[in-house]
């Protein structure tokens, strides 16, 4: 079973990743979630996968959404928090779906760490 983390996953390209994942829970389980603004899509996604961590941009977001997640769910923040579950052993691929630049850095974290990295930002690829 392949570990997912997904940058990005409050997007369009995240969610149509989470739909893939759910039509096939026998070849894939979510590692890892992050988003930016929509927090509230952020935590149904919690709710129904059941990661191990979600990172928000800012601690200020970390501390609205923290009690409304699985107990389970460990909260990072801001890049570190994705170059962190980007490289995580328990991921097996990363699905780099963050517009921008802010894409770059977890997309090396985790061409660094050897995942199957599936990119979704053009910025990373230049």
Known sequence: ???VAIL??????????????ARHPERFRVFALSGHS???VLIKQSWQF????????????????????????????GVPGL????????????VAAIVGAAGLLPSLAA???GKRL??????ALV
């Not at 990005?8 to 994942?21: K, R």
């Not at 599936?118 to 910025?123: G, Q, V």
Request: aromatic share 0%.
């Open 38 to 40: 929509r927090l509230d």
């Open 83 to 94: 170059e962190e579950i980007a490289a995580d052993s328990r991921a097996d691929t990363v």
């Open 50 to 77: 059941r990661p191990l961590a979600v990172v928000v941009p800012d601690a200020a977001a970390a501390q609205q959404i923290a009690a409304r997640l699985p107990a389970a769910t460990r909260v990072l923040v």
């Open 111 to 113: 061409a660094r760490a």
């Open 8 to 21: 990005g996953s409050t997007g369009s390209i995240g969610a149509s990743a989470l739909a893939v994942i």
């Open 118 to 123: 599936l990119l979704a930002n053009k910025e």
């Open 1 to 3: 079973m392949r570990g």
